[in-house]
């Protein structure tokens, strides 16, 4: 097929590029050899997620590079900046949770998620935890047993949290230097590893409670006690060195790649991470991707150790840190232990994994070939939500490959707040749209609204005024609020569907995750605009204390339920107890 073009590519290092009937780019690669690796996409027989690709190619082009560093620069950017369908790797991953130590102006704790963590950021971060639960319970921890600052900003007198001894006052008194200095070091020594700190002025604090009879304080002490050992219990893998490091093994077999990485922190193994998905590509190009992805997202570690066969030297140069291949000791045998954990992972989801992907493209497939489209790798979804006229909102989810693709779901609050769904659809998809032309962004395969003819009638005149063609359908509920029909957009046809089939369960998950996107929306901007307009009422609260507030409790029964004590936190002594009297009688 491509026989004569591939005859003029050079052996040299790069970066490949495969593009489909469209132009349009599906997957980008690198290569040492840019002849070798394209010829072996079609001179051998492919399988799997591979075999989905090629099929696909209508063409290829390539950029060739100095050596394979650049190639592999080169080939992220332009990951990055067309977004390949192919490159599956971590598009919707989350960052971890840490818990960060502020020293100034006031020494405090909280709960941080950061991408793009370097080391060279000099921040304070502790973790990776595995779940935000634990980092929460032990800032919470934290906080009750060092008197660190607590509130937000400088307040003129003295607030609650004072008088109960947990905080030196910061805002209002002069602080003894030493006794900050010792309270850092002990908060930063059991961050770092040694809980027995953090035991002990627990014991002493229980202590102190049961001799002035608060049995129940003591109590509550008692159970985060029990909670630190079984935290610290849990930790049995462990090197005494106190390096911040992570492990990465991975197994690979029937065309799909199992990876596991281990956190170890301060030599203290605190959480992991698990990923299984189909390789496109060469194995080890596969890896470098999908390392190079997660340490974006991700804090860098001192030292990361990894198998012998993968690019160690080449990751080192660009993400400025030490891989190490040990070839002894308990370093290789946390090495093995990630791979066996790899492969563990991999036996027991593979066959889950395959029969999932296989619903979920059949369903995909089915749904383009019922709509007689060329290609459906993009879906858009519209809902919209009015209960009563009031807060009209909009919301857009977007399916890839019969997958959500959660970083382009969008939320729309609608200017004309009025319930109307004519005018509100053409509103958002206006607005979608316009930005799509103007941003040149990826446009989708199919439109799907929630609705039948006035909807759709509504998407198809401001696309036709955009000039913009794309295909637009209808998802039509019954009187029990189910999916119900399919409305072709150009022919009005509803298309009857098979309930037992894995297009009609497509489209009922779809036309789920769309509504329950919109409908978590509409009741976030419903609170907010109940609880704005409750403050509305009190003197003494003007915009910046309405922010503070709403940021703090985000609803009316969350503020209701606070005492006059912890709204003075935000608010001056008068205007809280006029807020805590209004919201008594506030039904």
């Known amino acids: 097929m491509f026989k004569e073009k591939l005859s003029l590519v050079p052996n040299l290092p790069g970066s490949y590029q495969m593009r489909n009937q469209d132009g349009a780019i599906i997957y980008v690669g690198k290569a040492k050899n840019l002849h070798r690796r394209l010829s072996s996409y079609f001179n051998r027989t492919q399988t799997g997620k591979t075999k989905k690709m090629v099929s696909e190619i209508a063409d290829f082009t390539y950029i060739v590079a100095g050596s394979e560093l650049e190639a592999f620069v080169l080939e992220l950017n332009l990951i990055k900046e067309y977004n390949p369908k192919y490159n599956i790797l971590l598009k919707d991953d989350k960052s971890y949770p840490y818990i960060e130590y502020i020293a100034k102006p006031y020494p405090r704790v909280k709960v941080s998620r950061y991408l793009n963590v370097k080391r060279k950021d000099n921040k304070k971060l502790f973790g990776p935890y595995p779940n935000a639960y634990a980092a929460r319970r032990i800032v919470n921890l934290l906080n009750r047993v060092y008197p660190l600052k607590k509130c937000e900003g400088a307040k003129k007198d003295l607030c609650l949290y004072y008088h109960i001894h947990e905080c030196l006052g910061y805002c209002s008194k002069s602080l003894n230097g030493e006794e900050l200095v010792k309270m850092e070091r002990e908060i930063l020594s059991f961050l770092n590893g040694n809980d027995k700190i953090l035991v002990r002025r627990l014991e002493e604090k229980m202590n102190e409670y049961s001799e002035t009879l608060n049995f129940e304080m003591a109590l509550e002490l008692k159970k985060e006690l029990d909670y630190i050992k079984i935290i610290m219990d849990k930790q049995k893998v462990e090197l005494h060195d106190l390096v911040n490091r992570d492990v990465i093994g ?3 077999d ?12 301060n030599g203290k193994m605190v959480g992991g991470k698990s990923d299984i998905f189909p390789v496109v590509s060469e194995v080890i190009d596969e890896l470098d991707e999908y390392i190079m992805n997660f340490y974006s997202k991700h804090e860098i570690p001192k030292e990361i150790l990894v198998l012998e066969d993968m ?11 030490k891989f190490l291949t040990p070839t002894r000791g308990p370093k290789k045998k946390l090495l093995e232990m990630a791979v066996m954990n790899s492969k563990i992972n991999l036996e027991n989801e593979l066959e889950l ?3 999932d992907e296989y619903k979920t493209e059949s369903a995909n497939e089915e749904l383009k070939n019922l709509l007689g489209l060329t290609s459906l790798h993009r879906i858009d979804l519209f809902d919209n939500s009015n209960l009563f006229g009031n807060f009209s909102v909009s919301g857009m989810v977007v399916f890839k490959e019969g997958r959500p693709s959660k970083n382009d779901y969008r939320k729309y609050k609608i200017q004309v707040d009025k319930n109307d769904d004519y005018h509100t659809m053409k509103e958002v998809v206006y607005r979608r749209y316009y930005r799509m032309l103007l941003e040149k962004s990826e446009k989708p395969d199919l439109i799907i609204v929630d609705g039948g003819n006035n909807q759709i009638n509504a998407c198809k005149e401001v696309l036709s005024e955009l000039n913009v063609k794309i295909m637009v359908c ?4 019954n009187d029990h609020h189910r999916t119900n029909d399919l409305i072709r ?3 009005y046809e509803v298309i009857e569907l098979d309930r037992m089939s894995n297009v009609f369960h497509y489209l009922t998950r779809m036309q789920d995750e769309v509504h329950r996107y919109t409908i978590n929306y509409h009741r976030t901007i419903r609170s907010k ?12 609260i003007g915009a910046k204390r309405k922010k503070m507030l709403i940021k703090k409790y985000g609803s009316v029964v969350k503020m209701k339920g606070a005492s006059i004590e912890e709204l003075q ?9 006029n807020l805590y009297d209004f919201l008594k009688d506030f039904k």
């Open 353 to 355: 994994i395959k029969k």
């Open 311 to 321: 690019n160690g030297e080449l990751l080192e140069s660009l993400l400025e840190v």
């Open 569 to 577: 936190e935000l608010l001056p002594e008068e205007v809280a107890k």
């Open 529 to 540: 605009g109940s609880i704005s307009s409750v403050l509305d009422n009190i003197s003494g």
């Open 250 to 252: 991975y197994y690979f």
């Open 254 to 265: 029937k065309g799909y790649i199992s990876i596991q990485i281990f956190f170890l922190r």
């Open 489 to 491: 957009g150009d022919t």
């Open 474 to 477: 209808g998802l039509r509920k």
